[in-house]
């Protein structure tokens, strides 16, 4: 980001927050980002909220405004965040995110040869390539920019040859929007979401006459790339065979991840009769899984989900799979947390287990 973009004295354009505090509110998580109020992302089962008030931030964009309203144009923020999700060798409740913002005025788009012509701005009907009020011209300026700040940033991280796809997206805060998808142990995996800012959110910041795009990406998946890093719980790891690998005074050094033999896994299936409908959700439980069996637990998946055809009674079945990466887990430790996740599930949601 600082080679790419300086300003006329050679100075970073970008300035960088990193120490704004993770418990925001509702209106910077939520309100001011345009997300709708029976948005699926406010839900309780999604997010660490503290209070009726307050949350865990789930994204870094949840600083965005505030920092606008100061008056910044250019600007990176990097935090942890926070989501109840689900869980495999990409996902973590706790994560890092890098989000970006980039405002542009109409001499940043049109450059010196600027006449009255050019426009940022014009009305009309709203379409999956740009918003309702602005110009061609702005948008492809913009798309073109952030396209190619992203894959100049993925390629100097990841190397010219890193497989790469754009995939479109929606989020309530930017319009048109994509991901980024790159090759991760030959599976498509998402690094990031972007798009052109709703200007409705510039013109609630108090910012006139500019248009800008904003990014967020997850910064352990882009490490896991980096490094060949195979699951995303060894950043969590206290073992000095991971921390003595990354042990350089130059943080460019490279790295391949040696893992240190992968232990062999234990899986064991649990199911259960729900109770009454909207009494829980799957996230309720992967919350449980993981404050119980905590980092032996690499993955849960769904395997089943039945309705019963007469009594209309639902069950679920999850197949958990327990892997250490100290040592190879026995069968009968496995079996222990397996049966107090067992049993913390029924006291906790009233399920029911079957044989
Ligand atoms: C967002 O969080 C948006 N705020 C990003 C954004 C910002 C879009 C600004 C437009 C403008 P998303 O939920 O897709 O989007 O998360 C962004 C990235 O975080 C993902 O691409 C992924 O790299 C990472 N990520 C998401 N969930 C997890 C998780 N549970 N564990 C690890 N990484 C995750
Ligand atoms: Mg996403």
Same mark, same amino acid.
């Given at each position: 980001?600082?080679?790419?973009?300086?300003n006329?004295?050679?100075?970073?354009?970008?300035?960088?927050?990193?120490q704004?505090?993770?418990?925001?509110?509702?209106?910077?998580?939520?309100?001011?980002?345009?997300?709708?109020?029976?948005?699926?992302?406010?839900?309780?089962?999604d997010?660490?909220?503290?209070?009726?008030?307050?949350?865990?931030?789930?994204?870094?964009?949840?600083?965005?405004?505030?920092?606008?309203?100061?008056?910044?144009?250019?600007?990176?923020?990097?935090?942890?965040?926070?989501r109840?999700?689900s869980?495999?060798? *990409?996902?973590? !409740?706790? @994560? $890092?995110?890098?989000?970006?913002?980039?405002?542009? &005025?109409?001499?940043?788009? #049109?450059?010196?040869?600027?006449?009255?012509?050019?426009?940022?701005?014009?009305?009309?009907?709203?379409?999956?390539?740009?918003?309702?009020?602005?110009?061609?011209?702005?948008?492809?300026?913009?798309?073109?920019?952030?396209?190619?700040?992203?894959?100049?940033?993925?390629?100097?991280?990841?190397?010219?040859?890193?497989?790469?796809?754009?995939?479109?997206?929606?989020?309530?805060?930017?319009?048109?929007?994509?991901?980024?998808?790159?090759?991760?142990?030959?599976?498509?995996?998402?690094?990031l979401g972007?798009?052109?800012?709703?200007?409705?959110?510039?013109?609630?910041?108090?910012?006139?006459?500019?248009?800008?795009?904003?990014?967020?990406?997850?910064?352990?998946?882009?490490?896991?790339?980096?490094?060949?890093?195979?699951?995303?719980?060894?950043?969590? *790891?206290?073992? !000095?065979? @991971? $921390?003595?690998?990354?042990?350089?005074?130059?943080p &460019?050094?490279?790295?391949? #991840?040696?893992?240190?033999?992968?232990?062999?896994?234990?899986?064991?299936?649990?199911?259960?009769?729900?109770?009454?409908?909207?009494?829980?959700?799957?996230?309720?439980?992967?919350?449980?899984?993981?404050?119980?069996?905590?980092?032996?637990?690499?993955?849960?998946?769904?395997?089943?989900?039945?309705?019963?055809?007469?009594?209309?009674?639902?069950?679920?079945?999850?197949?958990?799979?327990?892997?250490?990466?100290?040592?190879?887990?026995?069968?009968?430790?496995?079996?222990?947390?397996?049966?107090?996740?067992?049993?913390?599930?029924?006291?906790?949601?009233?399920?029911?287990l079957?044989?």
């Amino acid at each position: 980001m600082y080679s790419l973009y300086k300003n006329n004295r050679g100075n970073p354009l970008f300035s960088v927050y990193d120490q704004l505090l993770p418990v925001v509110n509702l209106n910077q998580n939520f309100d001011s980002l345009l997300v709708p109020k029976n948005h699926v992302s406010r839900q309780k089962s999604d997010n660490y909220y503290i209070n009726q008030n307050y949350l865990l931030r789930a994204h870094t964009t949840a600083h965005q405004t505030e920092l606008i309203q100061m008056g910044l144009d250019n600007f990176l923020v990097v935090g942890d965040v926070f989501r109840r999700d689900s869980i495999d060798s *990409s996902h973590y !409740p706790v @994560f $890092h995110q890098v989000d970006a913002v980039r405002l542009c &005025s109409k001499h940043d788009v #049109f450059g010196k040869n600027i006449t009255s012509e050019h426009s940022l701005f014009e009305e009309r009907e709203i379409t999956e390539d740009h918003q309702s009020c602005h110009s061609d011209a702005a948008v492809n300026f913009l798309t073109q920019d952030l396209k190619s700040c992203l894959i100049s940033l993925a390629t100097s991280v990841f190397g010219k040859d890193v497989e790469w796809r754009w995939v479109s997206a929606s989020f309530p805060f930017t319009h048109p929007s994509w991901e980024l998808e790159i090759k991760l142990c030959d599976k498509w995996t998402e690094i990031l979401g972007c798009g052109i800012i709703k200007q409705d959110i510039l013109k609630n910041s108090g910012v006139r006459e500019k248009v800008g795009w904003a990014f967020g990406l997850g910064l352990e998946r882009w490490a896991m790339k980096l490094y060949n890093i195979p699951d995303i719980r060894v950043f969590w *790891s206290t073992d !000095p065979r @991971f $921390h003595e690998q990354f042990d350089f005074e130059d943080p &460019s050094t490279p790295v391949t #991840f040696q893992s240190y033999s992968k232990q062999p896994p234990c899986i064991n299936d649990i199911s259960f009769w729900l109770p009454e409908e909207g009494k829980y959700c799957s996230e309720d439980f992967y919350d449980l899984v993981r404050s119980i069996g905590d980092d032996l637990v690499e993955k849960v998946e769904l395997i089943d989900d039945f309705l019963h055809p007469k009594k209309k009674t639902r069950s679920h079945c999850y197949r958990i799979t327990y892997r250490s990466w100290q040592k190879a887990l026995l069968q009968e430790e496995a079996n222990v947390v397996h049966q107090k996740i067992a049993e913390a599930a029924q006291n906790s949601f009233g399920v029911q287990l079957r044989c």
